[in-house]
């Protein structure tokens, strides 16, 4: 698997690129994902500020709801949910094409024929993913920010002006640059895992059912661990405003 994405990444720059593959790949990926993640944004937000609207409200520190609620989103909840719509949705049918074209070695006849199967079909799917997560991570956090604002000013009291005072307070560039981050590196690894598991499926066609599943928890399983690393590094590396 370290080997495809590496094996990618060289021949992502290579000539000749399949710019239409990528430009279907992507259109696909993209009108399957964005309904089911601006659906999924809305509750979520709204779920994460009045959890923090509440809590803030024991220590008697409603000022700052607004920026831990949207500093969550930004930093964890929308390139998470990004990640896992990208590789649940747009990772299964990456690995189910893949697996029946494997099963129906097409991808043999492709090479003999000299034709590369890993830059003719898992480049510009690969590719498509990262794009397409990086545009719905930026969605994700419009959607789950203004979510956790009208709930919060709405349903908890919340005014409009130390919602955003407070956020202004404490947010700073590098928390979106970290969730454009995640959402980059989640989105290769939902398309390289679910590329791998396409092209190694065992049994026939019911073995190309067990890898789609196989690559959704694989995926799931990788994201939450490379969450922790890049958070943790990320706590450390760089300093909270006005610490």
Known sequence: MFALGATVLGMAFRRPFQFREFVEQFWFIASVTILPTALVSIPFGAVTSLQVGSLTQQFGA???????????????????????????????????????????????????????????????????CVAVALLLNGLVSVVGVAGGYCFNVMMQGG?????VASFSALAQLPDIYVGEAKAL?????AGVVAAYRGLNPKGGPKGV?????????????LLFLMNLVITGIYLQVVPPKGG
């Open 62 to 128: 409603q000022s700052f709801t607004g920026a831990a609620s949207v500093l969550v989103v930004i930093q964890q909840a929308s390139p998470m949910i990004v990640a896992l719509l990208v590789s649940g949705v747009a990772g299964s049918t990456i690995c189910a094409d893949i697996g029946a074209r494997t099963i129906r070695e097409e991808l043999d006849a492709m090479e003999v024929l000299g034709v590369s199967p890993v830059q003719r079909l898992v480049v510009p799917r690969v590719l498509a």
């Open 209 to 221: 059912g067990d890898v789609v599943n196989q690559s959704v928890v694989i995926t799931f399983l």
């Open 185 to 189: 590196l989640f989105g290769f690894v």
């Open 159 to 163: 005014t409009p002006g130390a919602y």
